[in-house]
């Protein structure tokens, strides 16, 4: 019988592994990977032209013409209730903390007084103010220790008032600047933004851009200067839209994009 043999097919040469994945990118165009672009070149920012002093005494020379006698809008009737006041109004508004407080300060315009009231009495007339819970308690225990440590008077130092509870340097500030008439540089949210857009103290910090100011301001403007500030940047240069076209100072000012 005759012995059948069969011929074994040729083996077929490897694919390289470079060839088959450019095979199976053909085949299955959706997942080929678009080139990646080169990112464009980030261009150099210019550097900010530093103020000169002359240019910071014009800059509040035109805001104590325009306003000669700035006043804060915090309501209140004696250094006492100007604390309260600045106290309360941490991540509050002026107008929020003015609407509960003018019959607050009917009845309780003294340490005393605001103990008499007590906590719970307190947090009735506070209950529009965000976290009225916490700065009822903060306000009682200053009472206490106003009475207790220093005679039922608000205190004249920073070092003391920043001792007294819910009091921090920008309250500090803030009394000593209106109630005794220091030259002090209280840094809220509207100095802060100002400071830094305009160039006039630039600082990663409330306390660098206060330190700032307080370096190139005149000692002639520094009583109202932090009032000019505030108001300005509360009712100028916003947050969102700045109004650069009504802008006393916007030929001076270095921010690169104002809109005039």
Known sequence: MAKITRKQAPRKAPVPKKTAKAAVAKLNPAKKKPAQKSAPAKKPLKAIKRWTPAEVHEVFSRFRKANPEPKGELEHVNPFTLLVAVVLSAQATDAGVNKATRALFEIADTPQKMLDLGEERLRDYIKTIGLYRTKARNVIALSAKVLREF??????????????????????????NMAFGEHTMAVDTHVFRVGNRTALASGKTPLEVEL???????AEFMLHAHHWLILHGRYTCLA???RCEVCLINDLCRWPEKTV
């Open 151 to 176: 005679g039922g008077e608000v205190p004249r130092t920073r070092a003391e008032i920043e001792s007294l509870p819910g009091a921090g340097r920008k309250t500090a500030n803030v009394v000593l």
């Open 212 to 218: 700032g100011l307080e370096k190139v301001i005149p």
């Open 240 to 242: 969102r839209k700045p």
